[in-house]
């Protein structure tokens, strides 16, 4: 018998096999693979889960401003005159929907024949608001200016009016009464409050993913462009090319990123997608770097020389036998750059020079309520820079784990 314990060796299942198999071992970096898929799940469907609808869920109302989490309000919802604008819930997912009422926060109300009497929400104590009257065919109706609205004494008072788009309309005040009551007077919840425009706060959140997941999804394909082109040219043709994509690369290396990053994006102009291009110049280099050395002990293989034997293009062998052997590395750089990415978008909208306002962001948010912090709405930061922290974390903590999985070293015991 042996003194010594033999290990046992996974002779089956290919290398992308064994990989996938350490990590789902990895419980920490499973779990933050699925906060990073419902994260992303969460930006995509953006405005169809949205409390707030509204094209950058920008609904204000002075009279909610910074309300504490769980606060809510009756909210009488007053049809604008304007066209019904009707889209699909596709477009309704990626640009919300065109605001069609005006949000009227209120107290109490009581009818009063074809009318509403209620009174207005302040957020003060006692509340003493306005008293308004509206009328019910005004509140239920895009109407024409000078529309004639005229009631008819009988045994049930009828309304007779000519809506927006022309059409003559008789309706019973009691069936209007009822239908105002269950359809156009809600109880509106907010889960986080609002901030101190009176907008609802998750809904700012919810929205604000789709950025910053946005700009590092984009900056990490610009970066990977760049760099695998320019990183495998120097490390398979070597010499004059070599050298000069070599110092290249050290001359943007020696720019301090954020500098740079500042730099590109007053050149470019403020705005969303500036900001994204900005990004992802400025990544691109470590991808070249680690891209050139591969390449660099990659092309030495018999299996490139053949393929330069049998008479292949230099792009064939390139593309199609050299780079799937740099993946690896690749997909954890990408993490890496990833979670950078979402940092160097904070940061910028923070200063002012990255997505500008009504664009909700996540920078922008801490920027807006960071005063708020040494008084008693301190949430309206801390959320916004949880979030940051958390996602960071989850990609930092996802290639972390994928370099171990990838590491071919790694006997899979």
């Known amino acids: ?75 009488l919802n007053r049809k604008l005159n304007k066209a019904k604008t009707d889209i699909s819930w596709f477009q309704k997912m990626l640009y919300g929907t065109p605001k069609q009422f005006e949000s009227i926060p209120i107290v109490s109300y009581k009818f009063d024949g074809a009318n509403i009497i ?34 008819i004494e009988d045994e049930e008072d009828s309304l007779f009016f000519m809506d927006l788009s022309g059409n003559k309309i008789s309706l019973s005040v009691i069936d209007l009464q009822e239908r105002i009551n269950t359809s156009f007077i809600k109880e509106k919840y907010f889960i986080l409050g609002t901030d101190p425009f009176g907008r609802d706060l998750l809904s700012q959140l919810i929205i604000g993913t789709r950025v910053s997941l946005s700009v590092g999804f984009v900056a990490v394909m610009i970066s990977l462009l760049i760099g695998i082109t320019l990183g495998a040219m120097a490390g398979y043709f070597g010499g004059w090319v070599d050298n000069l994509i070599v110092w ?84 954890v750089i990408s993490a890496a750059n990833f979670a950078a990415a979402i940092l160097i978008e904070a940061g910028l909208s923070f200063l002012g020079i990255g997505v500008q306002p009504p664009v909700p962001s996540w920078g922008i948010m801490i920027k807006e309520h960071y005063g708020y912090i040494i008084l008693d709405y301190a949430y309206l930061a801390l959320l916004p820079g949880l979030a940051i922290m958390l996602m960071v974390l989850a990609f930092m903590i996802v290639g972390n784990a994928l370099r171990d999985a990838l590491d071919v070293k790694l006997v899979d015991e």
């Open 248 to 331: 290249f690369i050290n001359v943007v290396w020696s720019i301090p990123t954020l500098l740079l990053v500042i730099a590109i994006t007053m050149a470019l102009g403020k705005g969303y997608w500036q900001v994204f291009i900005a990004v992802g110049l400025t990544m691109w280099v470590e991808v070249a770097r680690v891209v050139r050395g591969q390449v660099l002990s990659i092309r030495q293989k018999e299996f490139v020389e053949a393929g330069t034997a049998l008479g292949y293009s230099h792009s064939r062998i390139i593309f199609y036998h050299i780079l799937p052997n740099v993946i690896s590395p690749l997909i």
């Open 1 to 75: 018998m042996s003194l010594f314990k033999k290990k046992k060796y996974q002779s089956s299942g290919s290398l992308s096999s064994l990989a996938i198999r350490r990590f789902k071992r990895n419980k920490l970096a499973l779990s933050a693979l699925i906060f990073i898929a419902s994260t992303s799940l969460i930006a995509i469907l953006g405005y169809l889960i949205s409390p707030d609808s509204s094209p950058y869920a920008n609904n204000q109302s002075l009279e909610l401003a910074t309300k504490k989490p769980g606060f809510s309000v009756q909210i």
């Open 118 to 151: 209620v009174e207005q929400y302040t957020g003060m104590t006692p509340n003493d608001g306005a008293i308004k009257t509206y009328s019910l065919v005004d509140i239920a109706y895009a109407m024409k200016q000078n529309s004639i609205i005229e009631i």
